[in-house]
């Protein structure tokens, strides 16, 4: 036992912001765990580079200069031009800004339906049966292709390329919620609270839903990284953003003819690509750890 | 009982089966029994006697895909909650019956902290506002005894002992001031000396708020110091009832000779180097109901007894047993 006088302090300060004391605790505990410290650091500098595009690159992405066309990287171009003349760092970075765009909006669009459908789904056998056997039809088919699919149905733009790869990642999402849901139902203190008389859809909200949104996130972080590589995908086929608009995908399309004479415009891209993938995918391995209440006491 | 306090739950009959298959087998069989205003009773049994059915029952909390009460009576002031819609029952739950359950451990949720779990309750049957319940819930935090309450309101379960829980889940039982508390196994899930420090606590608890209290256990022992009244189930069916002091000095069933028996701190007093054990198990769910069902580990048993179930017959002020030969055999086992 602490001496009571820092405890209380402490507590009641904890109680003060309660789910930010809860949060706060996880921020810090990332912090210390390496994996999650890599990411985070990584995805923040990518972040970064995408908000601050404007600031960080001197050149108009869009401005086209024939006569400086391919140049390979050096001090006035950083990561070289491209087939037009246009810098390919400030592409790049501007680039980035609709692809995280997308990866962000995608993986919350994708919380938020899939989650609703999932305790549905999970707490009510009879919706059970009916949403299950509709998302089954829709996982039935290859992500990508329904992607492409959609696109072409609806035509580009970003929040159409957002639609086209949120839908058939919203199967995925309402499985996990499920699975966790069905899970939970059968825990003594949900039970208890039924003894306690409380309604059904406040055992929803006040029992089941916190405890669902840990798979949940890191859910998320998956998705958004997908999201990423499938717009990167589509554009690359050009089924994704119109070209106009730089983002990683787009920019590797387009390099796609000059790549054996000038390497970089779809390395350097690529590269982004990669490492923002990567980085969300170590923070979600992290999270999954940290969130998972049996390996929680272990950190 | 007498007329001038009027049983506040009273069970008639109660017969409660459970599906296996195709078909249901009587986990609780024509139970009846009654509970004063402020009374304490213990219903005592092994394992698979059908004493948490009995309280699922009461508390509606059966899951209707596997069980479900068929036949009897669970009167409540006077009125029948067997058959009460799910609604219903659930302005009763919490505010007028509460439960506390086996597992301290599971019982509470992960990520709430305790203060808002207590408070929860208040506000869902009192339609307190948020401050008031959160008052409230340190007030039953204190009241349970829980040192520093209003700097633990704000712990989570997992910063808890198993005892310390196990108060916090009295504290949610009791903070509607219920009129009966079903109190199922409290003390199994922890250690020796926590559990004499609950049993306390829930019997003061009763004492002071004058509330009702049922007391489902296997062990003997707890009971012999908490309760006024015990009913000893054997495979869902009720074989004797009396006061408690009654019961330990007259058992008159051969199955409760056999758990008093089995006892390691009567068996000492009585000069036995080995504690007696009823020898084997208490008969499945399935098993067929012919007769008296201690029958088959009864060491008085007679062929007559194989038959004809026993119903339950007086022997002394308040005490009943469901046995032939409670009458020829006497008091000692």
């Known amino acids: 036992m602490r001496n009571p006088p820092r405890a209380f302090r402490t507590e009641t300060q904890a109680s003060a912001g309660k789910p930010a004391g809860v949060v706060a605790a996880t921020l810090s505990r990332?912090?210390?765990?390496?994996?999650?410290?890599?990411?985070?650091?990584?995805?923040?500098?990518?972040?970064?580079?995408?908000?601050?595009?404007?600031?960080?690159?001197?050149?108009?992405?869009?401005?086209?200069?024939?006569?400086?066309?391919?140049?390979?990287?050096?001090?006035?171009?950083?990561?070289?031009?491209?087939?037009?003349?246009?810098?390919?760092?400030?592409?790049?970075?501007?680039?980035?800004?609709?692809?995280?765009?997308?990866?962000?909006?995608?993986?919350?669009?994708?919380?938020?339906?899939?989650?609703?459908?999932?305790?549905?789904?999970?707490?009510?056998?009879?919706?059970?049966?009916l949403i299950m056997r509709v998302m089954d039809g829709i996982m039935a088919i290859p992500g990508i292709l329904l992607a492409i699919a959609l696109a072409t149905i609806v035509g580009g733009g970003v929040s159409t390329i957002v639609l086209a790869i949120a839908v058939p990642e919203v199967p995925v999402v309402v499985r996990v919620v499920r699975g966790v849901v069905l899970t939970l139902r059968e825990q003594t203190y949900v039970e208890a609270a039924r003894s306690l008389g409380t309604r059904p859809g406040r055992i929803l909200l006040r029992h089941i839903l916190p405890n669902s949104l840990a798979p949940l996130i890191v859910q998320a972080t998956y998705i958004c990284g997908l999201a990423i590589l499938i717009e990167a995908y589509l554009s690359f086929l050009g089924a994704g953003i119109p070209p106009e608009f730089p983002s990683w995908g787009n920019i590797m399309a387009e390099g796609r003819g000059f790549v054996l004479i000038a390497e970089w415009i779809i390395l350097i891209p690529g590269a982004f690509v990669a490492a923002t993938v990567l980085s969300l995918n170590l923070l979600g391995d992290a999270l999954r750890d940290m969130l998972d209440p049996r390996t929680r006491r272990a950190l | 009982m007498t007329d001038a306090n009027p049983p506040v739950l009273a069970l008639e009959a109660l017969e409660t089966r459970v599906r296996i298959g195709r078909a249901s087998f009587p986990a609780v069989d024509g139970v009846s029994l009654e509970l004063g205003q402020g009374?304490?009773?213990?219903?005592?049994?092994?394992?698979?006697?059908?004493?948490?059915?009995?309280?699922?029952?009461?508390?509606?909390?059966?899951?209707?895909?596997?069980?479900?009460?068929?036949?009897?009576?669970?009167?409540?002031?006077?009125?029948d909650i067997a058959h009460l819609p799910q609604h219903r029952l659930r302005t009763l739950r919490g505010r007028d019956i509460s439960m506390i359950f086996q597992e301290p451990m599971s019982s509470l949720n992960p990520v709430l902290t305790i203060g808002r779990q207590v408070a929860e309750v208040v506000r869902q049957h009192e339609g307190l506002s948020p401050r008031a319940a959160r008052e409230r819930a340190v007030e039953m935090l204190s009241l349970v005894q829980i040192p520093d309450p209003r700097s633990r309101a704000a712990a989570y379960p997992h910063?808890?002992?198993?005892?310390?829980?196990?108060?916090?889940?009295?504290?949610?039982?009791?903070?509607?001031?219920?009129r009966v508390l079903l109190a199922d196994e409290p003390t199994t899930a922890l250690d020796v000396t926590v559990q004499a420090q609950i049993l306390e606590l829930i019997m003061s608890l009763q004492q002071r708020l004058g509330m009702a209290l049922v007391l489902i256990t296997h062990d003997l022992g707890v009971v012999a110091e908490t309760v006024s009244r015990v009913v000893v189930m054997y495979a869902g069916r009720k074989v004797e009832e009396a006061s408690t002091t009654d019961l330990f000095a007259r058992p008159a069933h051969p199955y409760t000779q056999g758990l008093l028996g089995s006892l390691p701190s009567r068996a000492r007093s009585e000069g036995l180097r080995r504690l007696r054990a009823i020898r084997g198990v208490v008969p499945p769910l399935t098993a067929p109901r012919q007769g008296c069902l201690f029958a088959s580990r009864c060491p008085h048993a007679v062929d007559g007894c194989r038959e004809e179930a026993p119903a339950l017959g007086r022997v002394g002020p308040g005490h009943t047993v469901a046995c032939w030969r409670a009458g020829e055999l006497g008091d000692g086992p």
């Open chain 1, 30 to 129: 990332l912090w210390r765990n390496p994996t999650a410290c890599f990411g985070g650091t990584l995805l923040a500098l990518l972040a970064a580079s995408a908000v601050l595009a404007p600031l960080l690159a001197q050149h108009d992405p869009l401005a086209l200069v024939p006569a400086e066309r391919l140049r390979a990287p050096s001090h006035e171009h950083l990561f070289g031009t491209d087939m037009l003349g246009r810098d390919l760092y400030a592409r790049v970075l501007h680039g980035g800004r609709l692809s995280l765009t997308v990866g962000i909006l995608t993986a919350v669009i994708c919380s938020l339906v899939g989650l609703a459908i999932g305790l549905v789904a999970g707490f009510s056998r009879l919706a059970d049966a």
């Open chain 2, 39 to 79: 009374e304490s009773l213990a219903i005592v049994g092994e394992s698979g006697c059908g004493k948490s059915m009995l309280a699922l029952s009461v508390m509606g909390l059966l899951d209707p895909q596997v069980a479900r009460i068929v036949s009897g009576r669970i009167l409540f002031d006077g009125t």
């Open chain 2, 159 to 178: 910063q808890l002992s198993g005892g310390m829980r196990q108060r916090v889940l009295i504290a949610i039982a009791l903070a509607c001031s219920p």
